[in-house]
């Protein structure tokens, strides 16, 4: 017979499953509509912290393959969706606008700088800026076949990369390090950047794009590699454009249209995360300051509609100069690219 103030265990449990109830009401009560409210284990949390610290060498997924939604605003000019920032962010640099060369080309000119004191004691004279492109680890095909065809076919692309920095900083230097993945018939499908030394995101992103470019001998399977690529100054300084008249105002002028290049860079990269590079245009700038011609450079993005879109945004655009007394023409020089370097991630 039960004594005074016994309750039974199924009394119990029946009270405890009602508070349960009833906490998990309130919880859900407090949630958005349509969200779900779930709290890991400890060891499920563990386990998905860990996992998200910790990126196998096999399982690494670049930011490229990851799209941001285009959407139509009232004008019919399709932006970036407003639900959040693309996966990568935008780069945008430019070269001062410089005098035109017969080739309607910048015009170059030498730097003054002292290479004497950029000479390695001991070592021969090497007046080109030195690229080296090692491969440390190779699953699915021979390391050594990878290395030699990446220095062989890697060597220009991430030379034009590094020159194309120089140009900005002739002491740059520094290591761009790459996990590769590649198809079967040898394509490089994947290019992410694990790790740099480099202080300039351009070039560090030019470089993983142009790996991508890379064709490598066919394989049984898939091919995963890591790559370092070493960048260091040469002996000589690297030709750097010859400024125009009134460079530093008309790089004012024009750098106000880079909000619209943005634009066609973004959309550019919903149909092909591989794009970037180089945009050079010629303008010719009336005796009154207007706009008299825009016309596009010899670059491999000129005939593309990235090329287009931004020769359009240029020929629409006021540039505000001061008046002159004579007809001015020079050549603008962009470089687009999608930052590859993986953000920090956000706080909890």
Request: proline content about 7%; overall charge negative.
């Amino acid at each position: 017979m039960a004594g005074r103030g016994w309750v039974s265990r199924a009394v119990i449990r029946a009270a405890t499953w009602i508070g349960l109830a009833a906490s998990m009401g309130a919880c859900a009560a407090s949630a958005p509509v349509g969200t779900s409210v779930w709290t890991a284990a400890p060891a499920t949390a563990d386990a998905a912290r860990d996992a998200a610290l910790v990126t196998p060498f096999s399982a690494v997924v670049d930011a490229a393959s990851i799209e941001p939604s285009p959407s139509e605003d009232s004008g019919g000019r399709r932006e970036l969706s407003e639900a959040g920032p693309p996966p990568r962010s935008i780069l945008v640099v430019d070269d001062a606008p410089a005098r035109v060369s017969e080739r309607n080309k910048p015009a170059m000119t030498w730097p003054v700088i002292h290479t004497r004191a950029r000479r390695r004691p001991g070592r021969p004279y090497h007046p080109d800026p030195r690229i080296v492109i090692d491969v440390l680890e190779a699953r699915g095909a021979p390391q050594a076949e990878l290395q030699r065809t990446a220095r062989d076919a890697g060597y220009w692309p991430f030379r034009r990369c590094y020159e194309d920095g120089l140009r900005r900083d002739q002491e740059l230097s520094g290591k761009v390090s790459l996990t590769l993945s590649i198809s079967a018939s040898g394509r490089v499908e994947q290019s992410s950047v694990t790790g740099s030394t480099l202080h300039d995101k351009v070039v560090i992103a030019c470089v993983a794009r142009e790996a991508l470019q890379l064709s490598f001998s066919a394989a049984e399977s898939r091919t995963m590699a890591r790559a370092d690529v070493s960048l260091a100054t040469g002996d000589e300084p690297v030709a750097v454009s010859l400024p125009a008249a009134g460079a530093e105002e008309l790089r004012r002028s024009l750098q106000n249209a880079w909000p619209d290049v943005e634009q066609c860079y973004a959309r550019g990269l919903v149909t092909d995360p591989q794009l970037g590079g180089r945009i050079e245009l010629l303008f010719r700038v009336g005796i009154h300051s207007e706009l008299a011609e825009v016309s596009a450079g010899s670059t491999r993005l000129a005939d593309s509609d990235l090329g287009r879109c931004v020769l359009d945004v240029y020929r629409g655009a006021r540039l505000g100069l001061h008046e002159g007394n004579h007809e001015r023409h020079f050549v603008y020089a962009l470089h687009l690219e999608a930052d590859p370097t993986p953000s920090a991630p956000e706080p909890p």
